[in-house]
């Protein structure tokens, strides 16, 4: 059975534990092995940067033994996506690994930031304006994207099989 690793902030949400149980039931009904974050048995490992290094070395090795990648590029704690999550997805392709993201429908990136006349945003940065939904160094290299995790989880299937 092929192996997808499900990357997201999904794991901050107050219920994370059954969020994960679900995501990786719908792994099950399309005939793929869901790997949640939080399935990892991290113990405390000492100090609070021994346990994060624990958690984020689990969580890659996870991404190691996955076939693929689903990964909630939704907006977190702004108008990006989840920094963690664009790290994992950028290491999945550098491993060569398949990744489709998901997250709702909100237009081109130059759409969804609020920029002046001249393409600048409020901090006086250009919105990059390729008609992409997402910055280009992910959506230019993701096999694919859609506007739900069912989605998502289907197309993956696809791609593995």
Not at 35 to 42: A, K, R, S
Not at 86 to 105: Q, S, T
């Amino acid at each position: 059975m092929k192996k997808v690793y499900l990357a997201g902030p999904d794991v901050f949400r107050v219920d994370s534990v059954e969020w994960g149980r679900y995501l990786k039931e719908r792994c099950r009904q399309a005939g793929l092995e869901g790997l949640y974050p939080l399935d990892n048995e991290i113990s405390n490992a000492g100090s609070s940067f021994d346990t994060a290094r624990a958690i984020a070395l689990a969580n890659m090795q996870m991404i190691r033994e996955a076939d693929g990648v689903v990964a909630n590029l939704q907006w977190f704690r702004g108008k990006e996506p989840d920094s963690g999550t664009a790290f994992e997805v950028g290491a999945a392709i550098a491993l060569g690994k398949p990744v489709w993201a998901y997250f709702p429908d909100q237009g081109s990136l130059k759409n969804q930031v609020e920029t002046d006349q001249n393409g600048l945003d409020s901090d006086g940065l250009l919105v990059e304006d390729f008609g992409l939904p997402r910055n280009l160094m992910m959506a230019c290299q993701w096999a694919g994207f859609s506007h739900s995790v069912d989605e998502a989880i289907q197309e993956i299937a696809r791609i593995l099989k």
